[in-house]
């Protein structure tokens, strides 16, 4: 089959060949409805655009992508932008940003429009996984896709992960240790659009547990799951505040909801580690300043290990380890501390 070419993708979008041009070039200035009608055809026909003159030279367009679930100015997304951002720099590329792409449409709007534009050297995915026809479409534009902490490294040439389960089950299995015999792990609700990393965590917890319920009878343990959005922590929050029994540890999906809990719950005369332990994940900013004990990860090496890995892709270089699974190291402090039978 011949390659389709600007004629082709106009007339099967019956649109003018200048519409097409627009529609890449400065997509800004066409209609979102002629845009879309544009790249379903272009789509359709595998057409890709060329690159610039510039880039046509060295074959490259010294830019990537990089795709995250959620925003850039959260604690874990921004450190993974820095690390890869410390390599990319330096080595002359810059990072295109795609937030959010956690929608049918989002998702939609990337995997078919990337391709066709072709205008990235490499794609980074940030904690999820991507599905056989989204990594179909980028392998049509024949560049490495990176996965930085993706539950699945299916459809990835390379990629570096933290064992979030296994850091999860230490987490636990650390306030089962304790003899903490309430324990609630706290967490939000499972995306319905797509595959994410957090909820191995979950799993890692419920699997703690199970094994020590054969010589713990006396442990009782539960998943309290609260809506995804902002307010996922005074969610968690009202959800502990109205079980029949206030539990004696807490072990929370991410610190980002364990520091509003132990700062809250201290108004409602629940106080850690006089009352209940609590445990983080992540040990991200403010985790040291309340003396939150939990288990720390590193994005920003992450990054760094993605991004080289990626660098070295581009230059058509055989990678020893493409895939990589970093572990969650437990740090201990003062929010935690041995179980105590309530007077």
Same mark, same amino acid.
């Given at each position: 089959?011949?390659?389709?070419?600007?004629?082709?993708?106009?007339?099967?979008?019956?649109?003018?060949?200048?519409?097409?041009?627009?529609?890449?070039?400065?997509?800004?200035?066409?209609?979102?409805?002629?845009?879309?009608?544009?790249?379903?055809?272009?789509?359709?026909?595998?057409?890709?655009?060329?690159?610039?003159?510039?880039?046509?030279?060295?074959?490259?367009?010294?830019?990537?992508?990089?795709?995250?679930?959620?925003?850039?100015?959260? *604690?874990?997304?921004?450190?993974?932008?820095?690390?890869?951002?410390?390599?990319?720099?330096?080595?002359? &590329?810059?990072?295109?940003?795609?937030?959010?792409?956690?929608?049918?449409?989002?998702?939609?709007?990337?995997?078919?429009?990337?391709?066709?534009?072709?205008?990235?050297?490499?794609?980074?995915?940030?904690?999820?996984?991507?599905?056989?026809?989204?990594?179909?479409?980028?392998?049509?534009?024949?560049?490495?896709?990176?996965?930085?902490?993706?539950?699945?490294?299916?459809?990835?040439?390379?990629?570096?992960?933290?064992?979030?389960?296994?850091?999860?089950?230490?987490?636990?299995?650390?306030?089962?240790?304790?003899?903490?015999?309430?324990?609630?792990?706290?967490?939000?609700?499972?995306?319905?659009?797509?595959?994410?990393?957090? #909820?191995?965590?979950?799993?890692?917890?419920?699997?703690?547990?199970?094994?020590?319920?054969?010589?713990?009878?006396?442990?009782? *343990?539960?998943?309290?799951?609260?809506?995804?959005?902002?307010?996922?922590?005074?969610?968690?929050?009202?959800?502990?505040?109205?079980? #029949?029994?206030?539990?004696?540890?807490?072990?929370?999906?991410?610190?980002?909801?364990?520091?509003?809990?132990?700062?809250?719950?201290?108004? &409602?005369?629940?106080?850690?580690?006089?009352? &209940?332990?609590?445990?983080?994940?992540?040990?991200?900013?403010?985790?040291?300043?309340?003396?939150?004990?939990?288990?720390?990860?590193?994005?920003?090496?992450?990054?760094?290990?993605?991004?080289?890995?990626?660098?070295?892709?581009?230059?058509?270089?055989?990678?020893?380890?493409?895939?990589?699974?970093?572990?969650?190291?437990?740090?201990?402090?003062?929010?935690?501390?041995? &179980?105590?039978?309530?007077?």
């Amino acid at each position: 089959m011949d390659k389709a070419g600007i004629r082709e993708v106009a007339k099967a979008a019956g649109v003018s060949i200048s519409t097409v041009s627009r529609t890449f070039a400065h997509p800004e200035i066409v209609s979102e409805k002629t845009r879309r009608k544009v790249m379903q055809a272009a789509d359709k026909l595998h057409f890709n655009i060329s690159r610039s003159a510039a880039a046509l030279k060295s074959g490259q367009t010294f830019r990537v992508a990089l795709l995250m679930n959620e925003e850039i100015t959260s *604690w874990f997304n921004n450190e993974i932008f820095a690390g890869i951002n410390s390599i990319m720099h330096e080595a002359g &590329y810059d990072i295109s940003i795609f937030q959010h792409i956690d929608t049918a449409e989002t998702r939609r709007k990337f995997f078919v429009e990337m391709p066709v534009r072709r205008n990235v050297d490499a794609v980074f995915v940030a904690s999820f996984a991507i599905d056989d026809k989204e990594v179909e479409q980028l392998k049509r534009i024949n560049v490495p896709i990176i996965g930085i902490n993706t539950p699945s490294v299916n459809g990835f040439d390379a990629s570096v992960s933290i064992d979030d389960e296994n850091g999860m089950y230490k987490a636990a299995q650390h306030l089962i240790n304790l003899g903490h015999r309430h324990i609630v792990y706290a967490c939000s609700a499972a995306s319905e659009t797509m595959d994410s990393s957090i #909820d191995a965590r979950g799993r890692g917890f419920i699997r703690a547990c199970e094994n020590a319920a054969a010589t713990r009878p006396d442990l009782n *343990w539960q998943v309290l799951t609260v809506p995804r959005g902002r307010d996922f922590a005074d969610s968690a929050l009202a959800a502990l505040l109205a079980l #029949d029994s206030f539990p004696d540890a807490i072990c929370c999906q991410m610190d980002m909801m364990a520091i509003p809990l132990v700062l809250k719950l201290e108004r &409602y005369g629940h106080r850690t580690p006089r009352d &209940y332990s609590i445990i983080g994940f992540d040990d991200s900013p403010y985790a040291d300043t309340i003396n939150l004990t939990t288990m720390r990860q590193d994005p920003f090496a992450m990054g760094r290990t993605a991004a080289i890995k990626a660098v070295k892709l581009i230059n058509g270089e055989q990678l020893e380890t493409p895939h990589e699974i970093v572990q969650a190291r437990l740090v201990l402090r003062e929010s935690d501390a041995l &179980y105590q039978a309530r007077k």
